[in-house]
Protein backbone atom coordinates (compact mmCIF):
# COMPACT_ATOMS: atom_id res chain seq x y z
CA UNK A 1 0.00 0.00 0.00
CA UNK A 2 1.45 3.44 -1.06
CA UNK A 3 0.30 5.75 1.82
CA UNK A 4 1.48 9.46 1.71
CA UNK A 5 2.21 11.07 5.57
CA UNK A 6 1.69 14.85 6.31
CA UNK A 7 3.10 15.68 9.67
CA UNK A 8 4.19 19.39 10.69
CA UNK A 9 7.29 20.96 10.09
CA UNK A 10 7.63 22.74 13.71
CA UNK A 11 9.66 19.82 15.79
CA UNK A 12 9.18 21.33 18.77
CA UNK A 13 4.97 20.98 19.32
CA UNK A 14 5.85 17.11 19.46
CA UNK A 15 3.85 16.10 15.82
CA UNK A 16 7.61 15.57 14.18
CA UNK A 17 8.17 12.97 16.91
CA UNK A 18 4.54 11.75 16.32
CA UNK A 19 4.42 11.45 12.66
CA UNK A 20 7.74 9.54 12.65
CA UNK A 21 7.01 6.57 15.11
CA UNK A 22 3.48 6.65 12.92
CA UNK A 23 5.33 6.06 9.82
CA UNK A 24 7.55 3.80 11.34
CA UNK A 25 4.82 1.36 12.18
CA UNK A 26 3.22 1.71 9.02
CA UNK A 27 6.47 0.98 7.46
CA UNK A 28 6.59 -1.87 10.18
CA UNK A 29 3.59 -3.63 8.45
CA UNK A 30 4.79 -3.74 5.08
CA UNK A 31 3.23 -0.32 2.93
CA UNK A 32 5.33 2.21 1.33
CA UNK A 33 4.58 5.44 3.16
CA UNK A 34 6.05 8.29 2.14
CA UNK A 35 6.33 12.24 3.48
CA UNK A 36 4.38 14.81 1.22
CA UNK A 37 4.33 15.48 -2.73
CA UNK A 38 4.58 12.46 -4.03
CA UNK A 39 5.30 12.42 -7.45
CA UNK A 40 2.12 9.46 -8.00
CA UNK A 41 -1.04 9.40 -6.31
CA UNK A 42 -1.07 7.76 -3.31
CA UNK A 43 -3.70 4.86 -2.06
CA UNK A 44 -4.72 7.21 0.78
CA UNK A 45 -3.50 10.00 3.13
CA UNK A 46 -2.79 10.29 7.26
CA UNK A 47 -2.30 14.01 7.60
CA UNK A 48 -1.00 14.78 11.56
CA UNK A 49 -0.46 18.69 11.77
CA UNK A 50 -2.05 21.24 14.54
CA UNK A 51 -5.37 22.23 14.58
CA UNK A 52 -6.52 23.10 11.03
CA UNK A 53 -2.59 23.55 10.61
CA UNK A 54 -2.56 22.98 6.92
CA UNK A 55 -3.49 24.75 3.70
CA UNK A 56 -5.88 22.44 1.85
CA UNK A 57 -5.09 23.87 -1.49
CA UNK A 58 -2.30 21.80 -0.95
CA UNK A 59 -4.18 18.73 -0.56
CA UNK A 60 -5.63 16.94 -3.57
CA UNK A 61 -8.65 16.08 -1.98
CA UNK A 62 -9.57 13.03 -3.66
CA UNK A 63 -6.94 10.92 -2.04
CA UNK A 64 -8.81 9.59 1.07
CA UNK A 65 -7.52 10.97 4.24
CA UNK A 66 -7.79 10.42 7.39
CA UNK A 67 -7.23 13.22 9.88
CA UNK A 68 -5.14 12.91 13.04
CA UNK A 69 -5.30 15.39 15.48
CA UNK A 70 -4.87 15.95 19.55
CA UNK A 71 -7.34 17.63 21.65
CA UNK A 72 -8.16 16.70 25.07
CA UNK A 73 -10.80 19.08 25.71
CA UNK A 74 -14.57 19.03 26.31
CA UNK A 75 -16.29 21.27 23.67
CA UNK A 76 -15.00 20.90 19.65
CA UNK A 77 -13.68 23.77 18.18
CA UNK A 78 -15.61 25.67 15.80
CA UNK A 79 -13.28 25.59 13.15
CA UNK A 80 -12.04 21.80 13.96
CA UNK A 81 -15.58 20.99 12.91
CA UNK A 82 -15.28 22.79 9.89
CA UNK A 83 -11.57 21.70 8.80
CA UNK A 84 -12.27 18.17 9.76
CA UNK A 85 -15.50 17.98 7.60
CA UNK A 86 -12.97 18.04 4.45
CA UNK A 87 -11.68 14.31 5.27
CA UNK A 88 -13.38 10.93 5.04
CA UNK A 89 -12.28 9.76 8.27
CA UNK A 90 -10.66 11.21 11.27
CA UNK A 91 -8.24 9.99 14.07
CA UNK A 92 -7.91 11.14 17.54
CA UNK A 93 -5.80 9.66 20.39
CA UNK A 94 -8.87 10.45 22.82
CA UNK A 95 -12.17 8.31 24.08
CA UNK A 96 -13.31 11.63 24.96
CA UNK A 97 -12.53 13.16 22.30
CA UNK A 98 -14.21 10.25 19.55
CA UNK A 99 -17.33 11.07 22.06
CA UNK A 100 -17.24 14.92 21.65
CA UNK A 101 -16.81 14.84 17.87
CA UNK A 102 -20.05 12.50 17.75
CA UNK A 103 -22.06 14.54 19.66
CA UNK A 104 -21.05 17.86 17.90
CA UNK A 105 -21.28 15.99 14.38
CA UNK A 106 -23.92 13.93 14.44
CA UNK A 107 -20.93 11.64 12.44
CA UNK A 108 -19.40 8.51 13.29
CA UNK A 109 -16.29 8.89 10.96
CA UNK A 110 -14.23 9.33 13.83
CA UNK A 111 -11.30 6.42 14.88
CA UNK A 112 -9.60 6.08 18.35
CA UNK A 113 -6.28 5.48 17.34
CA UNK A 114 -3.60 4.16 19.95
CA UNK A 115 -0.50 6.57 20.45
CA UNK A 116 2.73 4.95 19.63
CA UNK A 117 5.99 5.21 21.45
CA UNK A 118 7.96 8.03 20.56
CA UNK A 119 11.40 6.88 22.25
CA UNK A 120 12.02 3.60 23.88
CA UNK A 121 11.49 3.82 28.01
CA UNK A 122 14.86 4.35 29.54
CA UNK A 123 15.71 3.41 33.10
CA UNK A 124 17.78 6.30 32.85
CA UNK A 125 17.18 8.51 36.23
CA UNK A 126 19.57 11.06 37.66
CA UNK A 127 21.20 10.38 41.17
CA UNK A 128 20.29 13.51 43.32
CA UNK A 129 22.30 16.54 42.96
CA UNK A 130 22.82 19.20 44.66
CA UNK A 131 20.47 21.59 42.72
CA UNK A 132 17.49 19.93 42.35
CA UNK A 133 15.43 21.00 38.81
CA UNK A 134 12.09 21.22 38.38
CA UNK A 135 10.98 21.81 34.10
CA UNK A 136 8.46 22.83 32.11
CA UNK A 137 7.93 22.40 28.56
CA UNK A 138 5.51 23.72 26.40
CA UNK A 139 4.79 26.60 23.63
CA UNK A 140 4.44 30.14 24.86
CA UNK A 141 0.27 31.06 24.93
CA UNK A 142 -2.37 31.92 27.29
CA UNK A 143 -3.56 27.74 27.75
CA UNK A 144 0.24 26.98 29.07
CA UNK A 145 -0.52 29.41 32.12
CA UNK A 146 3.37 30.12 32.53
CA UNK A 147 2.27 33.13 34.62
CA UNK A 148 0.73 30.90 37.44
CA UNK A 149 3.79 28.31 37.01
CA UNK A 150 6.57 31.02 37.95
CA UNK A 151 4.60 33.03 40.36
CA UNK A 152 4.08 29.50 42.27
CA UNK A 153 7.48 28.80 42.22
CA UNK A 154 8.96 32.35 43.35
CA UNK A 155 6.73 32.74 45.95
CA UNK A 156 7.26 29.10 47.37
CA UNK A 157 11.25 28.97 46.88
CA UNK A 158 13.87 31.34 48.59
CA UNK A 159 16.71 32.48 45.85
CA UNK A 160 19.11 30.70 49.03
CA UNK A 161 17.58 27.53 48.62
CA UNK A 162 19.17 24.48 46.27
CA UNK A 163 16.24 24.43 43.50
CA UNK A 164 15.85 26.02 40.37
CA UNK A 165 13.05 25.86 37.50
CA UNK A 166 13.76 25.65 33.85
CA UNK A 167 11.34 26.86 31.74
CA UNK A 168 11.77 25.69 28.18
CA UNK A 169 9.56 27.97 25.85
CA UNK A 170 8.94 27.42 22.14
CA UNK A 171 6.67 29.79 20.18
CA UNK A 172 7.68 32.84 22.09
CA UNK A 173 8.58 36.15 22.12
CA UNK A 174 11.27 36.98 24.71
CA UNK A 175 10.07 40.48 25.01
CA UNK A 176 6.39 39.33 25.56
CA UNK A 177 8.07 36.41 28.16
CA UNK A 178 9.71 39.40 30.39
CA UNK A 179 6.65 41.36 30.63
CA UNK A 180 4.27 38.35 31.92
CA UNK A 181 6.77 36.91 34.33
CA UNK A 182 9.93 38.94 34.58
CA UNK A 183 9.01 39.48 38.28
CA UNK A 184 9.30 36.34 39.22
CA UNK A 185 12.15 35.37 37.37
CA UNK A 186 14.06 38.49 39.11
CA UNK A 187 13.44 36.98 42.38
CA UNK A 188 14.28 33.32 42.13
CA UNK A 189 16.24 30.57 40.69
CA UNK A 190 14.49 30.69 37.56
CA UNK A 191 15.73 30.57 34.34
CA UNK A 192 13.88 30.35 30.63
CA UNK A 193 15.08 28.66 27.65
CA UNK A 194 14.10 30.04 24.05
CA UNK A 195 16.68 27.99 22.03
CA UNK A 196 15.67 25.41 19.67
CA UNK A 197 16.79 22.00 20.79
CA UNK A 198 17.60 18.54 18.82
CA UNK A 199 15.34 16.13 20.29
CA UNK A 200 18.28 14.38 21.44
CA UNK A 201 19.33 17.42 23.05
CA UNK A 202 15.59 17.55 24.50
CA UNK A 203 15.90 14.16 25.68
CA UNK A 204 19.28 15.10 27.73
CA UNK A 205 16.96 18.44 29.20
CA UNK A 206 14.60 15.76 30.34
CA UNK A 207 16.82 13.80 32.15
CA UNK A 208 18.53 16.42 33.94
CA UNK A 209 15.63 17.23 35.41
CA UNK A 210 14.32 15.79 38.85
CA UNK A 211 10.30 16.48 38.38
CA UNK A 212 8.57 17.63 34.97
CA UNK A 213 5.96 20.20 36.17
CA UNK A 214 3.23 21.95 34.13
CA UNK A 215 0.35 23.84 34.70
CA UNK A 216 -1.68 24.00 30.93
CA UNK A 217 -5.51 24.70 31.34
CA UNK A 218 -5.91 22.08 28.83
CA UNK A 219 -4.15 20.15 26.24
CA UNK A 220 -3.69 18.34 22.93
CA UNK A 221 -1.63 14.64 23.59
CA UNK A 222 0.37 15.18 26.40
CA UNK A 223 3.62 15.01 24.82
CA UNK A 224 5.68 16.77 27.29
CA UNK A 225 4.18 14.50 30.18
CA UNK A 226 4.93 11.16 27.61
CA UNK A 227 8.93 12.63 27.11
CA UNK A 228 9.34 13.19 30.83
CA UNK A 229 7.80 9.90 31.65
CA UNK A 230 10.02 8.08 29.45
CA UNK A 231 13.41 9.64 30.12
CA UNK A 232 12.57 8.38 34.05
CA UNK A 233 11.76 11.39 35.02
CA UNK A 234 8.65 12.15 37.45
CA UNK A 235 5.47 14.60 36.75
CA UNK A 236 3.49 17.27 38.77
CA UNK A 237 -0.23 17.70 35.91
CA UNK A 238 -2.89 19.78 36.79
CA UNK A 239 -5.85 17.15 37.98
CA UNK A 240 -8.29 18.81 34.93
CA UNK A 241 -10.74 16.01 33.78
CA UNK A 242 -9.86 16.50 30.06
CA UNK A 243 -5.53 15.88 30.44
CA UNK A 244 -4.94 12.78 29.31
CA UNK A 245 -4.33 9.94 31.82
CA UNK A 246 -2.74 7.30 29.93
CA UNK A 247 0.42 8.28 31.82
CA UNK A 248 -0.41 8.95 35.54
CA UNK A 249 -0.25 6.76 38.48
CA UNK A 250 0.67 7.39 41.72
CA UNK A 251 4.41 6.15 41.50
CA UNK A 252 4.84 8.26 38.83
CA UNK A 253 3.37 11.85 38.89
CA UNK A 254 1.86 14.52 41.39
CA UNK A 255 -1.69 15.66 40.54
CA UNK A 256 -2.83 19.57 41.72
CA UNK A 257 -6.06 20.38 41.94
CA UNK A 258 -7.48 22.59 39.39
CA UNK A 259 -11.20 24.24 39.05
CA UNK A 260 -13.78 24.79 36.05
CA UNK A 261 -14.05 28.00 34.84
CA UNK A 262 -15.26 30.18 31.59
CA UNK A 263 -12.44 30.31 29.40
CA UNK A 264 -11.61 34.21 29.45
CA UNK A 265 -8.54 34.79 27.29
CA UNK A 266 -10.42 36.17 23.79
CA UNK A 267 -6.52 35.76 22.48
CA UNK A 268 -8.22 32.06 21.90
CA UNK A 269 -11.41 32.85 20.15
CA UNK A 270 -10.06 31.43 16.96
CA UNK A 271 -9.72 27.79 18.71
CA UNK A 272 -12.82 28.52 21.16
CA UNK A 273 -16.02 30.09 21.11
CA UNK A 274 -15.48 32.49 24.42
CA UNK A 275 -19.10 32.52 25.37
CA UNK A 276 -19.69 28.83 25.98
CA UNK A 277 -16.31 26.99 26.45
CA UNK A 278 -14.34 26.51 30.01
CA UNK A 279 -11.14 25.04 30.66
CA UNK A 280 -9.30 24.20 34.38
CA UNK A 281 -7.71 26.52 36.30
CA UNK A 282 -4.21 25.19 38.26
CA UNK A 283 -5.22 26.11 42.08
CA UNK A 284 -2.26 28.15 43.14
CA UNK A 285 -1.74 27.41 47.02
CA UNK A 286 -2.38 23.56 45.95
CA UNK A 287 0.56 24.21 43.43
CA UNK A 288 2.61 25.72 45.58
CA UNK A 289 2.43 22.94 48.19
CA UNK A 290 2.53 20.27 45.62
CA UNK A 291 6.13 21.99 44.22
CA UNK A 292 7.35 22.02 47.89
CA UNK A 293 6.17 18.33 48.30
CA UNK A 294 8.22 16.99 45.80
CA UNK A 295 11.12 18.83 46.51
CA UNK A 296 10.90 18.05 50.26
CA UNK A 297 9.81 14.56 50.14
CA UNK A 298 10.60 13.25 46.24
CA UNK A 299 7.82 10.64 46.69
CA UNK A 300 8.50 8.43 43.54
CA UNK A 301 8.96 4.72 43.21
CA UNK A 302 12.27 4.40 40.62
CA UNK A 303 12.55 4.07 37.90
CA UNK A 304 9.62 6.14 36.76
CA UNK A 305 7.41 4.89 34.14
CA UNK A 306 4.03 5.65 32.72
CA UNK A 307 0.98 4.00 33.84
CA UNK A 308 -0.41 0.38 32.64
CA UNK A 309 -2.61 1.70 29.57
CA UNK A 310 0.04 3.56 27.52
CA UNK A 311 1.80 -0.02 27.07
CA UNK A 312 -1.87 -1.48 26.96
CA UNK A 313 -2.60 0.90 24.39
CA UNK A 314 0.25 -0.28 21.95
CA UNK A 315 -0.83 -3.68 21.56
CA UNK A 316 -3.44 -2.49 19.60
CA UNK A 317 -1.78 0.07 17.53
CA UNK A 318 -1.31 -2.14 14.41
CA UNK A 319 -4.72 -3.49 14.34
CA UNK A 320 -6.36 -0.81 14.32
CA UNK A 321 -4.10 1.15 11.97
CA UNK A 322 -4.52 -1.79 9.65
CA UNK A 323 -8.40 -1.84 9.79
CA UNK A 324 -8.25 2.36 9.31
CA UNK A 325 -5.71 1.73 5.95
CA UNK A 326 -8.41 -0.90 4.73
CA UNK A 327 -11.46 1.60 5.41
CA UNK A 328 -9.67 3.97 3.28
CA UNK A 329 -8.80 2.41 0.31
CA UNK A 330 -11.94 0.21 -0.19
CA UNK A 331 -13.95 3.65 -0.59
Same mark, same amino acid.
Given at each position: MNIEYITASDPYSGYVKAGKAYMKFLRSMGHVVQTSFQHHIPDCRFLHVA @???HPLELLDLD? =?? @???? @?? !??????? *??? *?????????????????? #?YKQATGKNNIDLLPNPPLIEPTEFKKRMADQFTFLAVNRWDCRKDFEILARAFADEFKPSEPVRML?????????? #?????? !??????NMNVIMYNYSEPEMNELYRSADVYVSTTHCEGWGYGFQDA *????????? =????????????ESNSIGVSCATVPVKHWDVAPYFDGMNSVWSQTDYEDLRSKLRHAYEYYPFRLPVRPAKPYYDDQETLVPTLNRIVTELTNG
Open positions: @AYGV =PT @AYLY @AW !EYPDLPP *LFK *LYASNFKRVVTFSQLQVD #VLKISHGNIND #VMKRIG !EYLGRS *LLNGVPCIY =PKSPYIVRTFFN
